[in-house]
């Protein structure tokens, strides 16, 4: 249980457009998701976490405007990379927690990784 | 500021010895510590765990211990195996707000 895929794993796509990236719980309902970048050699970053239905809550130094994030349902979370630059190019990482476990944990999706060139 | 360190970038063990891995915070308010194993290109997968009103967790051959005093956490694996070899994060947690480190990358040695 606890399963968390992302989609697509690996993207590349040309400077100015848009990518979104799609977080779904797989096996268990998710009020809090959370979104990470991870660059090469270094920790994860948290960008946001968004609860279900309402607006996400960006850290900071994170551009909402770039990174738009909707978080519709239970079970997905979407982030959207708007106009896309090479700086944007990382791992980015979707974590999710389950709403009917106690215990404080969260579970990552496999992570994908954006190229933008 | 960085909630939380991780001072070994790396570290490498013979297989069978004790992997020791560390981890420091700074905030006396965390509640929840936790280990994450992560191998390249995948997403971190977790561990184990302690709350803050614990000072060890077992599972396996996998142990956390925490020191609150010192505001330091570590990791013991033992007995290592080749298949430990990987990125460990250690995560600090309070409601919301998880913080990592940077992580510690465990080489095992056959």
């Known amino acids: 249980g606890a399963v968390v895929s992302q989609h697509p794993s690996r993207v590349i796509c040309k400077s100015g457009t848009s990518v979104k990236i799609e977080c779904r719980s797989l096996?268990?309902?998710?009020?809090?998701m959370f979104w990470y970048r991870q660059f090469p050699k270094q920790s994860l970053m948290l960008m946001a976490t968004?609860?279900?239905?309402?607006?996400?809550?960006?850290e900071q130094g994170v551009e909402k405007d770039k990174f738009l994030i909707n978080h519709a349902s239970l079970t997905l979370s979407t982030l959207t990379v708007t106009s896309a630059h090479p700086e944007d190019s990382s791992f980015y990482i979707c974590?999710?927690?389950?709403?009917?476990?106690?215990?404080?944990?969260?579970?990552f999706g496999p992570g994908t990784r954006l190229t933008v060139l | 500021d960085q909630q939380v360190k991780q001072n070994s970038p790396s570290l490498s063990v013979q297989e069978g010895r004790i992997s020791i891995l560390n981890c420091d915070y700074t905030?006396?308010?965390?509640?929840?510590f936790l280990w994450y194993k992560k191998y390249p290109a995948e997403g971190p997968t977790f561990l184990i765990s302690?709350?803050?009103?614990?000072d060890k967790n077992e599972d396996g051959r996998f142990t956390v211990f925490l020191n609150k005093s010192a505001k330091h956490l570590s990791l013991h694996i033992v007995p290592s195996q080749p298949g430990d070899s990987a990125v460990y994060f250690c995560?600090?947690?309070?409601?919301?707000?998880?913080?990592f480190g940077t992580g510690t990358s465990l080489t095992v040695i056959p």
């Open positions: 302690i709350s803050s009103i614990k």
């Open positions: 968004s609860n279900e239905g309402s607006k996400a809550t960006y």
């Open positions: 096996d268990f309902q998710a009020t809090t």
């Open positions: 905030n006396s308010m965390f509640d929840y």
């Open positions: 974590s999710a927690r389950d709403r009917d476990r106690v215990i404080n944990e969260q579970f």
């Open positions: 995560a600090v947690n309070t409601g919301n707000q998880f913080y």
